[in-house]
Structure formats: C-alpha cells, structure tokens
T-cell receptor
C-alpha cells in the first residue's frame, strides 16, 4: 500500500517570502502521479499542482513549483512571493498508475501554512 | 459550468439517527468518489462509484455505511445509526471517464464538503 508523509504539521512565512513544504511517499510503482492540494478555511479542496513521475522536469504553476526527487521519493512544494491568500492547509497526494478505472488518491496528513504580514 | 455540488453543507444528527449526504458531480463526469476527513487529519478514501455501480468500496466501514450513484440523480452517502465517531467532513469528488494508460492522471474535482456533527 502507498503511504504519504508530511512531517511539518505547521509552518509560518512572511508575506512576499518563499516557503517550502515537505512530502515523502512510499510506493513500489515506477510510474505514478503526485499532487498538492490546498484547503483554505472554506474547506474547498483546490488543486495546486501535479507531477507525473515519468517526467524529469519539475512542474511549475505561477508562484508554485515542486522539487521532485524520484529516487528519494520526495515531492516538496515551493511557494514563492507568499501572499495572505496562500494561508491554508496543504495536502500532498499520490495516485497510482492507470489500472483500468480507478483514480484513487492517497493523502498525507497536511501542513497548515500561515502567511503573516 | 457548475462544479461538484454537495448538500447539506452542515448536518447535525443525534446518536442513532440516519445521515444522508448528497453529491452532484460535474456535468459529464461519470465517476464519483467519497472521502472522509476527521479533525486534523487528511482525507481518507471511502468509496468509488460509477453510474449504478460500486467499483471500489475498500475504504468503507463494513457496517452502517452505504453509497449509491443511481442512473438519475445525485450520489448518496448514507450513514445509519450514527455514532459520535462519525463526526467528520465528508467530501465528494468527480472525474471524467479515464480513457487508458496514455491518458495521464485523472484530476479529481472536489466539492466543498458536508460537515456531519453527531451529538
């Protein structure tokens, strides 16, 4: 079974600064997909960024980028130029490769990020 | 184009009552997933359904919990004889039909969740 570990329960960053959230995972699969989801106080789950394991290039989405280290099974999220609206819980998630139908996600326990003035 | 709609947003039940949570997927999405989030925890997979079929219910408790996705209407997550430990946020997500190995990851679209409180 796959497991996803987020070892930082809480983090704080000042507005305009850069912060990195850590995520490690365990799997025996060689191809898979990794995601970061954001959950603001509204509780809505919002996709931030995704990475396909067979792609060497790290994914980027505007101020959000990942550092994907496949051998180390590490998938960290970097938020640049942090904004107050980035305050949220951030969840790392793993999806197995195509098995016919399922697109089941396995989530980590989350990191609560607080952006301060 | 509406996203995933869940209702009610908040539901309060007394121990022993039944809870019914509804989920309308994104228009055109044929797959529905239910996840449960206990306080201060991540989301845990419960069940995966297609229209009129349960595909994977490996995360569902064996008793009191059931789910359906009828041909017409929303998906329903039903919890009978609720207990305090059922208090949680229940999230529904939907995705389109996955076409094959080269189609990449299915991105799940989540609803805003239904928060169940059992008194």
């Amino acid at each position: 079974a796959q497991t996803v570990t987020q070892s930082q329960p809480e983090m704080s960053v000042q507005e305009a600064e850069t912060v990195t959230l850590s995520c490690t995972y365990d799997t025996s699969e060689s191809n898979y997909y990794l995601f970061w989801y954001k959950q603001p106080p509204s509780r809505q789950m919002i996709l931030v960024i995704r990475q396909e394991a067979y792609k060497q290039q790290n994914a980027t989405e505007n101020r959000f980028s990942v550092n994907f280290q496949k051998a180390a099974k590490s998938f960290s999220l970097k938020i640049s130029d942090s904004q107050l609206g980035d305050t949220a819980m951030y969840f790392c998630a793993f999806m197995r490769p195509y098995t016919g139908t399922a697109s089941k996600l396995t989530f980590g326990t989350g990191t609560r990020l607080q952006v301060t003035l | 184009n509406a996203g995933v709609m869940q209702n009610p947003r908040h539901l309060v039940r007394r121990r022993g009552q039944e809870a019914r949570l509804r989920c309308s997927p994104v228009k055109g999405h044929s797959h529905v997933y239910w996840y449960r989030q206990l306080p201060e925890e991540g989301l845990k997979f419960m069940v995966y359904l297609q229209k009129e079929n349960i595909i994977d219910e490996s995360g569902m408790p064996k008793e009191r919990f059931s789910a359906e996705f009828p041909k017409e209407g929303p998906s329903i997550l039903r919890i009978q004889q609720v207990v305090r430990g059922d208090s949680a946020a229940y999230f529904c997500a939907s995705s389109p039909l996955r076409q094959g190995p080269s189609s990449g990851a299915n991105v799940l679209t989540f609803g805003a969740g239904s928060r169940l409180t059992v008194l």
